[in-house]
C-alpha cells in the first residue's frame, strides 16, 4: 500500500519533503497487512477523510486528536468525529459544551464534524487507524512520523493556521509550530476524566480572533 498514493496530490506534493520514503513505505506495508488481517477502524475509504475534506490552502484550524474510536462505526476519519446516528462520546460532549458557552452555538445532535472539515478545520489523528477494540493498538507503528509530517507541511506555508492543541499529547507537538505567521493555543484535554484545563479556555473564540489577526476569514463553529 502506497499512503501518499491515496492522498489527494495537493496534500501528497506538500507532504513529500518531510516524510521518509523508507519509513512511509515501511507503514503503508504494516497498515495492508493490518487491513489485510484484522477489522480497523475506519474504514479503509475514510483512511484519510480528513485530508480529502481540507485542501491545505483551505486549512485554516487544525484539531489534533491522538487515536480513532475503536468502537463499531464511530470512527471515520476525522478527529474527535463520529457518523451521523452513533452515540456522542464523551469527550465529544464536553466540547459541544464548551462550544454552546464560547460560541453560542446550540450543542448538535449529531457528532458528525464534517461540517467544520469543509470549512478549513483539519481534524486530523496523530495515528490515523487502530484495530477493533484495541485502543491505541497501532500507536508507534510509523503513523506519528506521517502526522508529524502534516503538521510541518502546515507550518511552512505563509497563510496563518491556528493549531488547537488539547492535552498532553498534542500539546507536545507545538514543537513542531516555529513559523510565527502562525497561532498555537493549548488547552487540557477535553475528556471528561481531565476536571480542569479545558471548560472555560474559549477555544472556538480564540482561534476566531486569531484568524482575524492573521487576515483569514472565520469559522462558523456550528457544524451542521
Not at 14 to 29: C, I, M, N, Q, S
Not at 72 to 79: D, E, F, I, K, V
Not at 167 to 176: F, H, P, V
Amino acid at each position: 500500500m502506497n499512503l501518499p498514493d491515496l492522498l489527494p496530490a495537493e496534500w501528497r506534493d506538500e507532504l513529500a519533503p518531510f516524510l521518509d520514503t523508507e519509513a512511509t513505505v515501511a507503514l503503508g506495508t504494516f497498515v495492508a497487512a493490518e487491513y489485510a488481517a484484522h477489522t480497523i477502524y475506519p474504514p479503509i475509504e475514510d483512511l484519510f477523510a480528513a485530508y480529502r475534506l481540507c485542501s491545505p490552502a483551505e486549512t485554516r484550524v487544525l484539531i489534533l486528536g491522538q487515536d480513532p474510536y475503536h468502537g463499531p462505526g464511530q470512527a471515520h476519519g476525522l478527529s474527535f468525529s463520529v457518523r451521523d446516528g452513533v452515540r456522542i462520546p464523551p469527550s465529544l460532549r464536553n466540547i459541544f459544551k464548551e462550544l454552546a458557552e464560547d460560541a453560542g452555538v446550540a450543542p448538535p445532535a449529531s457528532g458528525d464534524l464534517t461540517g467544520w472539515a469543509r470549512q478549513g478545520v483539519l481534524l486530523l489523528n496523530a495515528v490515523l487507524t487502530v484495530r477493533a477494540g484495541a485502543a491505541a493498538s497501532h500507536a508507534g507503528k510509523g503513523w506519528e512520523a506521517f502526522t508529524d509530517a502534516t503538521i510541518r507541511a502546515l507550518n511552512a506555508r505563509t497563510d496563518r493556521v491556528v493549531f488547537l492543541l488539547w492535552g498532553g499529547y498534542a500539546r507536545k507537538k507545538a514543537a513542531l509550530v516555529t513559523n510565527p505567521a502562525h497561532a498555537v493555543l493549548e488547552a487540557g484535554h477535553p475528556s471528561p476524566l481531565n476536571r480542569e484545563g479545558f471548560r472555560g479556555v474559549r477555544p472556538f473564540s480564540a482561534a476566531n480572533k486569531a484568524l482575524a489577526d492573521g487576515g483569514r476569514p472565520l469559522v462558523d463553529w456550528d457544524p451542521r
